[in-house]
């Protein structure tokens, strides 16, 4: 079935470093691909997206680019800020369900 | 914009009672879903919904599960007898076809504790 890899956390940065969180996925078929990110003590909220192969997503600073060859969905942002501290999953869509990674805790300290 | 509400926010029972849990939807979306988050692992599917109906479920949704649509415009999910490890946060989420490039839509989460 469906499954998404996603590095375990927590990540600690400084604001402004360089972040990366990688993500794999397998899947039947040509997924949609997702990041998701979870405030403390809030729902899941959209960050971006990505349909088809070579897609870039972006929203807010971040990216990811969908790699059909790599089965990869890396998410990278170029200066992170306090206010990006939260828990970020990793996703993917085929029919129907989400599938989703374990989630990535980042912690930006100032 | 429109969003996916939820309530109660956080439910508290004791073991072995029945909770219902309920979520509204994005008013023009036909697909609905549930997904739970056990504290520190990772956000799981539990059913699909469509045309007053289940289409797809997991092996967590068991004969304790019970979801339906009682009105236009809830959506909701019922334990029968809760357990301890029912304890969890519950998300709705709704979208607008089953199309995997149309996005679900998440609500803010329903906690439920099971003493």
């Known amino acids: 079935g469906d499954s998404v890899t996603q590095m375990e956390g927590p990540v600690t940065l400084s604001e402004e470093a360089f972040l990366t969180i990688n993500c794999t996925y397998t899947?039947?078929?040509?997924?949609?691909l997702f990041w998701y990110v979870q405030y403390p003590g809030e729902g899941l909220q959209l960050l971006l997206k990505?349909?088809?192969?070579?897609d870039k997503g972006s929203n807010k600073g971040f990216e990811a680019t969908y790699r059909k060859e790599t089965t990869s969905f890396h998410l990278e942002k170029g200066s992170v800020q306090v206010s990006d501290s939260a828990v970020y999953f990793c996703?993917?869509?085929?029919?129907?369900?989400?599938?989703f990674g374990i989630g990535t805790k980042l912690q930006v300290i100032p | 914009e429109p969003e996916v509400t939820q309530t109660p926010s956080h439910q508290v029972t004791q073991m072995g009672q029945e909770v219902i849990l309920r979520c509204v939807p994005i008013?023009?979306?036909?697909?609905f879903y549930w997904y739970r988050q056990i504290l520190g692992q990772k956000v799981e599917f539990l059913v699909s919904?469509?045309?007053?109906?289940?289409?797809?479920k997991s092996e967590i949704f068991d004969d304790q599960f019970s979801v339906e649509r009682p009105d236009g415009s809830n959506f909701t999910l019922k334990i029968r007898s809760t357990k301890l490890e029912d304890s969890a946060m519950y998300f709705c989420?709704?979208?607008?076809?089953?199309?995997?490039?149309?996005?679900?839509?998440f609500g803010p989460g329903t906690r439920l504790t099971v003493l």
């Open positions: 996703a993917l869509r085929g029919y129907q369900k989400v599938t």
């Open positions: 990505a349909t088809k192969a070579d």
């Open positions: 919904f469509y045309n007053n109906e289940i289409s797809e």
């Open positions: 008013s023009n979306h036909l697909y």
């Open positions: 899947a039947t078929g040509y997924p949609s």
């Open positions: 989420a709704s979208g607008l076809a089953e199309y995997n490039n149309n996005e679900q839509f």
